[in-house]
């Protein structure tokens, strides 16, 4: 295993704290040796990261659902790789993995963390990139959210916000299998049709038309969504939630999963103006972590899977080529540019 | 009878919808004689008019939990009556009842409306005005809002706002009964003294002191709820509902039983801006309305009315007198005058 100590390790840090959108001063790139793993441990080979809006919230300081990423650290990502060193019996050379990566080309994961299960095989024959989608912490998002919080029964309407993205992507497709109707909302008439005509969604409304016929998203729930909304599962937040809540149905739930139109705001977040309709409506709004459910991940995993080969599910990835591109391939996710889940590419298998 | 057509029955009716506090001009005083009941109905005297937050929203037009009152219409209001005429073997004359009498004197219940239970028989032992407070709608409120949403466990930290007021007193009697810590948040230090020598509150935080030396609701909650905040039953919205939102637990309830603080708003309700807390700490918010436990008031009454026997719960009630004070009462409401749930007296028993 010598070889390995002549190898590089091309990493990118966190050099300060955003306000509003991170720039390339936020950033810096860094390089050192590839170290031999400890006992217990292994040394992965990154192939692709998961770039996920969380990762602004990460950036922060204090307090959330996870310990912000310390000044100078690594920053902190999910992604699959490949174990080229092991010494730990579990982990072969040339296994492909999941795991906390973070943004460098090499990653070692030690005794104790594995043991954390902070890593885990993956089955290359469903494709890589789709273990960082459905397969991965998105999916598990989608699915623990939607079927725990959001309880779907067959013939309640489900609207999903950032519909073409990697929880969307999920969410949506899990409600039609289960049986409801699902109206997207995304940014764009390509992913619109998208997920309509490839991913099987009754609808979707593009947030971005500006066209003077349209009346825009609160014309689209009124148009999509006849029998009002039943579950809302919410990644953007902003006047988007506050147009949905004016939709709801007695007894609906609200999942909040993310906020992304707020998460650059250098101005207060803008809270739900219309969250009263809770009252009226004995509706419910309930926050979830993915984290929550890891000891059922593989239950989870284990179903997309099963509708990823019988063909009833699709997995749309984004894929970036570079590590050196993390910075401004994150941005992508702001400005609503990627079509599909956000990947790096760090290197070729 | 032939009496009773020589009664007249004096009447507040809704003249056109407040923009902002309700004032004079919103209302006409009108009045009629008093008719006979028809087949199976029974005609009240009003005694005890329950005057609530929730009138405000009665009076604005547009869908809500329940249909606005219609312009011209007497003012809807519950209350408890004496039963002076009856053609109905289920009441006698001289029984007292909890009934929607409307803002009058006199009120005719149809044999349709006694048999949508409409109307029911009191214990006037337990004290007339009680069953406009504890064990009238504000008391159910308090009592399944609590139970059903909040699902308090001995040890949780239980917030309510509001805590003086009708539905406030209830919860945090509820809540010391099932072994929380409860902490109330109420205007003024007699309130505030009130709820915690009287009722047993562990704290209550007096959001009207500017006194310099206190940092406001949120060193109070810094101060009383240690150990954050599992339970909080709203009934103010605005600031405290976000201070709240900043102290919650994992897994947490809020409840939002009403938001006073917005109702007489001509600006958009404030949302509440922390509302991203709910998913940091996987929590939830929740609306209820009272009438969803219609079915099963009975149970609630039965355990309040025992509480109230043994000495364990108190109900204190602010009594305003004459019909003809109904506008400038109601208004008590709005600035916190209230101390105890506010009740209008129509007639001596």
Known sequence: MSTLTALTNHQIRLASRPSGLPTAANWRHTEEPVAEPGPGGVLVKTLYLSLDPAMRGWMNEGKSYIAPVEIDAVMRAGGVGKVIASNNPGFAVGDYVNAGLDVQEY?????????????????????????????????MTGFFGLMEVGMPKAGETVVVSGAAGAVGQTVGQIAKIKGCRVVGIAGGQAKCDWVVKELGFDACIDYKNTDVQSKGVRAGLKEHCPNGVDIYFDNVGGEILDMVLAKINRKARIIICGAISQYNNTTPVKGPANYLSLLVNRARMEGIVVFDYADRYHLGVAEMAGYLKSGKMKSREDVVQGIENFPTALLKLFNGENFGKLVLQVAQD
């Open 107 to 139: 990653c070692l994961i030690s005794a104790e963390n594995i043991k954390r299960s902070g890593i885990f095989k993956v089955d290359a024959s469903l494709g890589l990139t789709t273990w960082t989608n459905v397969l991965g912490m998105p999916g």
